[in-house]
């Protein structure tokens, strides 16, 4: 379940990574921040700053052009 979400739906870069970087901020430690987009290089551009960041991804999953990305801070 998570704490925050992060509606990206229809926004194109840099505004997903934008967004997520301000929820891992605000978000406390161990807070799952669920980040929903349709932005192609969002979805791989936000893992990787996850990575980068030393955060946890969780989980990756796309549906009918809609990604959802659930990152552990």
């Known amino acids: 379940m998570a704490n925050v979400k ?3 739906t ?3 870069c840099p ?3 934008v967004e997520t970087r301000k929820a891992l901020r ?3 430690e161990g807070d799952v921040i669920e980040v929903t987009g ?3 290089a969002s979805k791989k551009e936000i893992p ?3 990575k980068a960041l030393g ?3 969780i989980d990756v999953q796309e549906k009918d052009g809609v ?3 659930k990152i552990r801070r």
């Open 48 to 50: 990787m700053a996850v």
């Open 26 to 28: 605000k978000a406390k």
């Open 67 to 69: 990604w959802n990305i």
């Open 15 to 17: 505004i997903p990574l």
């Open 55 to 57: 955060l946890e991804l």
């Open 10 to 12: 229809g926004e194109t």
């Open 38 to 40: 349709t932005h192609p």
């Open 6 to 8: 992060v509606d990206c």
